[in-house]
Antibody
């Protein structure tokens, strides 16, 4: 079955760019009409949907983060990525990737998540 | 944004107890609601979608109900493997939003 695994630096300095990758195994990222999402959970807070990319490459972002976020597909590596610019301590969180069936869909499966700390 | 309010935030229960978690939406979301279970260090696991449809492989002690703005997740007889945090998520809007989570602890 499809499995997702997040990777990237665990520590990012304030004002820099957070970059994460989600590797997809057990299936092709470009097959079907799926959406590929990023979600995060700051310590002591709930889950926040960041945005998604479709297999077509089209993207939709959370308006609260839209000016700083880019999500893209890399079909040659069967992965998708997240870039979040101008990070602050408020961006410290566990970051998850997940698959959806469409734009209006539940998310399944998810990755285990990766902790990113923003600190100098 | 559609706000999702989950209650309680923490629930202490014993093995064998019937447990109910509530999720309220700030506007009607029809039946476009999912429930997830998450344990520390693990990926969130889909339990229920479309408010009451049990995901394949999920034990039948889990059930979901509701529509519009009020939803519940019920565990009919709590098992040791069920101690975890549970989240609801609406997908009526492209902007998916989640409840704050309910941690089910051992009493």
């Amino acid at each position: 079955q499809v499995q997702l695994q997040e990777s990237g630096p665990g520590l990012v300095k304030p004002s820099q760019t957070l970059s994460l990758t989600c590797a997809v195994s057990g299936g092709s990222i470009s097959s079907g009409t799926y959406s590929w999402s990023w979600i995060r959970r700051p310590a002591g807070k709930g889950l926040e949907w960041i945005g998604r990319v479709f297999t077509s490459g089209s993207t939709t972002y959370n308006p609260s983060l839209k000016s700083r976020v880019t999500i893209s597909l890399d079909t040659s590596e069967n992965q998708f990525s997240l870039k979040l610019t101008s990070v602050t301590a408020a961006d410290t969180a566990i970051y998850f990737c997940a698959r959806g069936k469409s734009d209006y869909s539940w998310l399944d499966p998810w990755g285990r998540g990766t902790l990113v700390t923003v600190s100098s | 944004d559609i706000q999702m309010t989950q209650s309680p935030s923490t629930l202490s229960a014993s093995v064998g107890d019937r447990v109910t978690i509530t999720c309220r939406a700030s506007q009607s979301i029809s039946s476009w609601l999912a429930w997830y279970q998450q344990k520390p260090g693990e990926a969130p696991k889909l339990l229920i979608y479309k408010a009451s449809t049990l995901e394949s492989g999920v034990p039948s002690r889990f059930s979901g109900s509701g529509s519009g703005t009020e939803f519940t997740l019920t565990i009919s007889s709590l098992q040791p493997d069920d101690f975890a945090t549970y989240y609801c998520q609406q997908y009526n809007s492209y902007l998916k939003t989640f409840g704050q989570g309910t941690k089910v602890e051992i009493k």
